[in-house]
């Protein structure tokens, strides 16, 4: 699965009492933030924008970002596809790229985000080493980079994550963490620097399609989690794949069995069909 889609979404299209158009808006549902940090090998590609950021698609970008453009290199994405067929990774990026743009993103807003997600990459490279029953930073790059890359001081970040500071009823006091620890804080950081990065995405692209129009009805499209088994399945491809069913029993049933409620309601002559297993959840 080299789609990358991997989150759902409902799409409302407005209209004002007269039928014409009043905006959009979109809602987003599970987001597959355990992609970020990991795919399963030969068979799963990290998010696109990984790859579009390290191709260098637009002139200048991984200068800026201190990336290379070597996907190896990064524990993230290290162990998912690389490639895919028929996509050119410095072509989407360019798309990317004016498509923010025609979105009304600002231009401090498109460099942020790009900056937000090569710290991922970073971040994820950070290395610790158990000493004792403390864990610590094998090397302070990585931080550095990844400071640099979210604004924020690098050592002090690295200290937060090897000995942070936990409050204890009126008090706060340092806690001690171990090397595994240390890197299990790295992917929950990771994961949730990124749904926030999406989540912003979303909003500005809501506030983009907003207008001052009345919103008085809508045509809404669900587009959410495709049912998939591979040789492997992840928790995560469980629980999209039982959401899937579960929506799937819901429009049944509200499609096929309301409606026929609905005919014979209405006096219509209508052969009642018996959808069987097709309807149990």
Not at 49 to 62: A, D, E, H, R, Y
Not at 103 to 117: G, P, R, S, T, V
Not at 237 to 263: A, D, P, W
Request: overall charge negative.
């Amino acid at each position: 699965n080299n789609n990358s889609s991997r989150f759902g979404k409902f799409i409302r299209i407005h209209f004002d009492q007269k039928g014409i158009l009043a905006g959009g808006d979109i809602e987003t549902y599970l987001l597959e933030k355990s992609r970020v940090i990991k795919q399963l090998p030969g068979m799963e590609r990290g998010y696109h924008i990984f790859f579009q950021l390290m191709s260098n698609g637009v002139p200048g970008t991984t200068d800026k970002l201190l990336l290379k453009t070597d996907p190896s290199f990064y524990k993230f994405v290290k162990e998912g596809v690389y490639d895919v067929a028929n996509l050119d990774d410095g072509e989407e990026f360019r798309a990317t790229d004016e498509a923010f743009d025609i979105l009304n993103f600002k231009a401090d807003e498109k460099e942020n985000i790009y900056k937000m997600c090569a710290g991922i990459l970073w971040f994820g490279n950070s290395r610790f080493a158990q000493r004792g029953e403390q864990g610590e930073l094998e090397s302070i790059e990585e931080m550095q980079k990844t400071g640099r890359l979210f604004g924020i001081d690098g050592d002090e970040f690295g200290n937060a994550i090897c000995k942070p500071r936990v409050k204890v009823g009126a008090e706060f006091v340092t806690k001690g963490q171990t090397a595994e620890q240390c890197l299990n804080a790295v992917g929950a950081l990771s994961k949730s620097v990124y749904d926030r990065v999406f989540r912003f995405i979303v909003q500005k692209c809501n506030q983009t399609l907003e207008t001052e129009k009345e919103r008085a009805y809508f045509i809404g499209v669900l587009d959410i989690a495709g049912f998939e088994i591979f040789e492997l399945n992840s928790f995560e491809q469980l629980c999209i794949n039982y959401t899937n069913e579960k929506l799937q029993q819901f429009f049944n049933h509200h499609m096929f069995v309301n409606e026929q409620e609905e005919y014979k309601a209405e006096q219509i002559e209508w052969t009642f069909v018996d959808f069987g297993m097709d309807l149990q959840a």
